[in-house]
T-cell receptor, first 115, second 108 residues
Framework: EAQVTQNPRYLITVTGKKLTVTCSQN?????MSWYRQDPGLGLRQIYY???????DKGDVPEGYKVSRKEKRNFPLILESPSPNQTSLYFC??????????????FGEGSRLTVL | QQPVQSPQAVILREGEDAVINCSSS?????VHWYRQKHGEAPVFLMI?????EQKGHDKISASFNEKKQQSSLYLTASQLSYSGTYFC?????????FGQGTELSVKP
């Protein structure tokens, strides 16, 4: 089954404790992206990757890191989480962003709470 | 910069029509539309290119007004299943930036 898998789905952590949210897709997609969703603010792009070893900042990259060592995986790293990073996080992937390739497939979301 | 969606929320009766607008201060090349039902992930509806008009699934379609730098999503004869939050996204150089969303509620 074609899917984007995120883990963990739910996490409560404390300020400063490094954490990684994993994202894996089995559709051989080149493009992958992380979004955070907060009430009233919509989906805000954190980082994206056009292909292996190619990553770039979205609109809200502060406090986050990513890596793309393999095509299927795109982990989101919070080196020192803070309460303002409490949010619902979505990973998404697609073949690209063009008309015929731009359908983004989203993971189920990871709800993160930082105390 | 985030595109601006209007209205922010709309309540419809089944069978009524609705229009959701998506505007950008930057030149638009393409607009992506998604729907997110409560507690679920966003789901792709369609992509619209400059000058294009797209017919999506169900009775949902969209248009692109290059002069106004705006895209509009049309929901015709709405069904209960149309309820959710609709997002438009504008693409540029690999970034796909979404608007704040329009919450649509369809009542019986």
């Amino acid at each position: 089954e074609a899917q984007v898998t995120q883990n963990p789905r739910y996490l409560i952590t404390v300020t400063g404790k490094k954490l990684t949210v994993t994202c894996s897709q089995n559709m051989n997609h080149e493009y992958m992206s992380w979004y955070r969703q907060d009430p009233g603010l919509g989906l805000r792009q954190i980082y994206y990757s056009m292909n292996v070893e190619v990553t770039d900042k979205g609109d809200v990259p502060e406090g986050y890191k990513v890596s793309r060592k393999e095509k299927r995986n795109f982990p989101l790293i919070l080196e020192s989480p803070s309460p303002n990073q409490t949010s619902l996080y979505f990973c998404a992937s697609s073949f690209g962003l063009a008309l015929n390739t731009g359908e983004l497939f989203f993971g189920e979301g990871s709800r993160l709470t930082v105390l | 910069q985030q595109p601006v969606q209007s209205p922010q929320a709309v309540i419809l009766r089944e069978g009524e029509d609705a229009v959701i607008n998506c505007s950008s201060s930057k030149a638009l090349y393409s607009v992506h539309w998604y729907r997110q039902k409560h507690g679920e992930a966003p789901v792709f509806l369609m992509i619209l290119l400059k000058g294009g008009e797209q017919k999506g699934h169900d009775k949902i379609s969209a248009s692109f007004n290059e002069k106004k730098q705006q895209s509009s999503l049309y929901l015709t004869a709405s069904q209960l299943s149309y309820s959710g939050t609709y997002f438009c996204g504008t693409e540029g150089g690999g970034k796909l930036i979404f608007g704040q969303g329009t919450e649509l509620s369809v009542k019986p």
